[in-house]
């Protein structure tokens, strides 16, 4: 049986059109839902109560929103324990095609050395999304591929995202694919999980290939399943938010797992800083998130290195 875990926050439309696509394209595997809400403001529509009395829909309140690893690792927790042999991990943004939630499950069957598969993603204006990390981002990827210098090195670029392959064909190994959908062996997850909850959101990626890599399993971009991202849906209302938690997410990985100094960090944070603040010239909910932005930030910076989990 196969595992699905959809975190909601205040997005029981999108979480319900998620649902109802996997029902509408699914019909060869096994699968239990796992629906955790992450103490989302709104209350649930009713027109999702009567998902909750289905046998393979299972509904967990969460009491805090703790952030994405936070919220997805309840999910996680309870289909290792119900035996689930695969978990996938899901935004309630994504929808699915037919059968592709089965053949991410069974090419990870098939290939028992393989931990993590990500299917092809298509975006909500139809354009294919070709990019997965192929490397791991380390200071130097951080400060000349993860900025706008990128522009200045086209080629190293390029092998980084992968985009030597072919994206709509070809299966390869990756170092890490996208967190808004894929599919994790139970073996890999006892191995590589809880995902660490320090970031609130965004860097879960870079991190879990680093536990990856360093478990030895491989991770694996595979086209034959396709999915659609309407990318952006969950944080579009809260867009000053997601850019201070990604910030904050993004020292945190530099000092925790990159090992890097106060010194060598600062430069990436005060790029970051003027990308904000030319936001904030523009747009009222940057310039109202802008104590909140210094606060957060600030305080990441001044912590000492954490000891990883």
Same mark, same amino acid.
């Given at each position: 049986?196969?595992?699905?875990?959809?975190?909601?926050?205040?997005?029981?439309?999108?979480?319900? @059109?998620?649902?109802?696509?996997?029902?509408?394209?699914?019909?060869?595997?096994?699968?239990?839902?796992?629906?955790?809400?992450?103490?989302?403001?709104?209350?649930?529509?009713?027109?999702?109560?009567?998902?909750?009395?289905?046998?393979?829909?299972?509904?967990?309140?969460?009491?805090?929103?703790?952030?994405?690893?936070?919220?997805?690792?309840?999910?996680?927790?309870?289909?290792?324990?119900?035996?689930?042999?695969?978990?996938?991990?899901?935004?309630?943004?994504?929808?699915?095609?037919?059968?592709?939630?089965?053949?991410?499950?069974?090419?990870?069957?098939?290939?028992?050395?393989?931990?993590?598969?990500?299917?092809?993603?298509?975006?909500?204006?139809?354009?294919?999304?070709?990019?997965?990390?192929?490397? @791991?981002?380390?200071?130097?990827?951080? !400060?000349?591929?993860?900025?706008?210098?990128?522009?200045?090195?086209? @080629?190293?670029?390029?092998?980084?995202?992968?985009?030597?392959?072919?994206?709509?064909?070809?299966?390869?190994?990756?170092?890490?694919?996208?967190?808004?959908?894929?599919?994790?062996?139970?073996?890999?997850?006892?191995?590589?999980?809880?995902?660490?909850?320090?970031?609130?959101?965004?860097?879960?990626?870079?991190?879990?290939?680093?536990?990856?890599?360093?478990?030895?399993? @491989?991770?694996?971009?595979?086209?034959?399943?396709?999915?659609?991202?309407?990318?952006?849906?969950?944080?579009?209302?809260?867009?000053?938010?997601?850019?201070?938690?990604?910030?904050?997410?993004?020292?945190?990985?530099?000092?925790? !797992?990159?090992?890097?100094?106060?010194?060598?960090?600062?430069?990436? !944070?005060?790029?970051?800083?003027?990308?904000?603040?030319?936001?904030?010239?523009?747009?009222?909910?940057?310039?109202?998130?802008?104590?909140?932005?210094?606060?957060?930030?600030?305080?990441?910076?001044?912590?000492?290195?954490?000891?990883?989990?």
């Amino acid at each position: 049986m196969v595992g699905i875990v959809i975190l909601n926050y205040n997005s029981w439309e999108d979480t319900k @059109k998620c649902i109802d696509s996997i029902e509408e394209t699914e019909k060869r595997v096994s699968y239990c839902i796992y629906l955790v809400d992450n103490a989302s403001s709104k209350p649930m529509p009713k027109e999702l109560l009567p998902y909750l009395k289905k046998e393979n829909i299972i509904f967990i309140q969460s009491d805090k929103n703790r952030g994405y690893s936070a919220g997805n690792n309840i999910g996680i927790n309870q289909a290792l324990e119900d035996g689930c042999e695969a978990i996938l991990i899901s935004n309630s943004d994504v929808r699915y095609e037919s059968n592709s939630i089965g053949k991410l499950y069974q090419y990870l069957k098939s290939h028992p050395d393989v931990g993590i598969v990500g299917p092809k993603i298509i975006l909500g204006d139809g354009s294919l999304q070709r990019e997965c990390m192929c490397r @791991k981002t380390g200071i130097r990827e951080k !400060y000349l591929l993860r900025t706008r210098f990128h522009i200045f090195f086209p @080629k190293y670029n390029r092998k980084y995202w992968g985009r030597q392959h072919d994206y709509h064909k070809e299966t390869f190994s990756v170092y890490a694919v996208l967190g808004c959908c894929f599919m994790i062996s139970s073996a890999c997850a006892k191995e590589v999980t809880p995902l660490d909850e320090n970031p609130f959101l965004y860097e879960e990626e870079l991190i879990l290939g680093i536990k990856m890599e360093e478990a030895q399993w @491989k991770t694996v971009y595979f086209p034959e399943s396709v999915i659609q991202h309407l990318h952006g849906q969950s944080t579009k209302h809260v867009k000053a938010f997601a850019y201070t938690c990604n910030i904050v997410s993004e020292i945190y990985y530099c000092r925790t !797992y990159l090992k890097m100094k106060k010194w060598q960090i600062w430069p990436l !944070y005060l790029y970051r800083t003027m990308l904000y603040l030319g936001r904030a010239a523009m747009y009222k909910e940057f310039q109202k998130g802008l104590k909140s932005y210094f606060k957060e930030t600030r305080k990441e910076l001044n912590k000492s290195r954490h000891l990883r989990r």
